[in-house]
């Protein structure tokens, strides 16, 4: 028999706010059809003032331990990955454990950007498969409208606010590729590439949390490149290939890399989860947010074969097989 991490449910929240690409043009030198055509984004949301990470990653794990049905005191694991925690330290999931009522129980960040989820969610599996945790929930939770230079269109047009999470549990099985978890994650950085996507401020060097900086072009052309390597490898790693993809839950950063892995994995439009015209760029929170979505529409069925894949700033980048 192996342990393997099933998941039990999901959960999402988006703040209220929602703004449109017209409501961006009016203060910038940009328009809806520039935005949309370049990028797939529509819309985004936008955290209130007095929302944090922390209340947005709240929200989420309790719809998701409703999803679930399983009560708050039945986590004993909590990783939430997050490139804007509310204070530099405790860790924002301590604060969430606090917020469900969960504790004692092990609580922590994993930062990776963009790749957070896929990074917090292979943390998590292998904490599972240990047996040093039974339920985990796992976040991906941001507020990227706080570190962003509003005046700077190349960069604050892409990006939105939101959190989506997904309770995990260790259970036993044949160990094979039809039963349902988490097959197999894949993770990948090399530093090497940071001037190409990084924020410009932080405790130790200017005591700031600075803007987020990108150089797009070469971000979409490393994107590509990589997340391309992950899918073939998570499903080469499983004896698979992307004919056996029931569905690819991708990061929400542009429409023209989504569709890129799509045609690798041979995938149509129609197996391919896809949020960024209205959640647009959520960093770690665009993987989980599409897929509460798509188990709530019920597109998700057990026995599914999900891929999940992301690049983010660093660079990082992953991909997880689980089988839903």
Not at 230 to 236: F, L, P, Q
Not at 239 to 258: E, F, K, S, Y
Request: glycine residues 10%; aromatic residues 6%; negative net charge.
């Amino acid at each position: 028999m192996t342990r393997r991490s099933v998941v039990l449910g999901c959960g999402a929240y988006l703040p209220k706010r929602i703004v449109s690409n017209a409501e961006l043009a009016a203060q910038l030198d940009t328009s809806d059809d520039w935005i949309a055509q370049r990028t797939g984004i529509k819309q985004r949301h936008i955290a209130a003032k007095d929302e944090a990470t922390s209340h947005l990653a709240t929200e989420a794990a309790r719809a998701a331990l409703a999803d679930a049905g399983i009560a708050a005191d039945a986590i004993d694991l909590i990783v939430l990955a997050t490139a804007t925690p509310d204070e530099t330290f405790p860790a924002t999931a301590a604060r969430v454990q606090a917020n469900l009522g969960c504790g004692p129980g092990i609580a922590f960040d994993v930062q990776a950007v963009c790749s957070g989820f896929v990074y917090a969610l292979a943390v998590a599996d292998n904490f599972l498969k240990a047996g040093q945790s039974q339920r985990a929930l796992v976040i991906g939770a941001e507020v990227f409208s706080r570190i962003l230079d509003w005046e700077d269109r190349s960069t604050c047009v892409l990006f939105g606010d939101g959190a989506g999470a997904v309770i995990l549990e260790a259970q036993e099985g044949a160990g094979t590729t039809a039963d349902r978890g988490v097959l197999s994650t894949h993770l990948y950085s090399d530093g090497r590439y940071h001037d190409m996507l990084y924020v410009d401020g932080g405790p130790s060097t200017t005591g700031l949390a600075g803007h987020l900086r990108m150089q797009g072009k070469e971000v979409f052309r490393h994107a590509v490149v990589k997340l391309a390597d992950a899918v073939d490898t998570a499903v080469k790693a499983n004896g698979l290939t992307g004919a056996d993809v029931d569905w690819l839950v991708p990061h929400q950063a542009n429409r023209r890399i989504i569709d890129a892995m799509a045609q690798r994995l041979g995938l149509p439009e129609e197996k391919v989860v896809i949020t960024i015209d209205r959640h647009a760029n959520t960093s770690a929170a665009s993987i989980p947010l599409a897929l509460a979505e798509a188990a709530r529409d019920g597109r998700l069925k057990p026995g599914h074969l999900v891929l999940m894949e992301a690049m983010g700033g660093g660079f990082t980048w992953g991909s997880a097989l689980l089988r839903w």
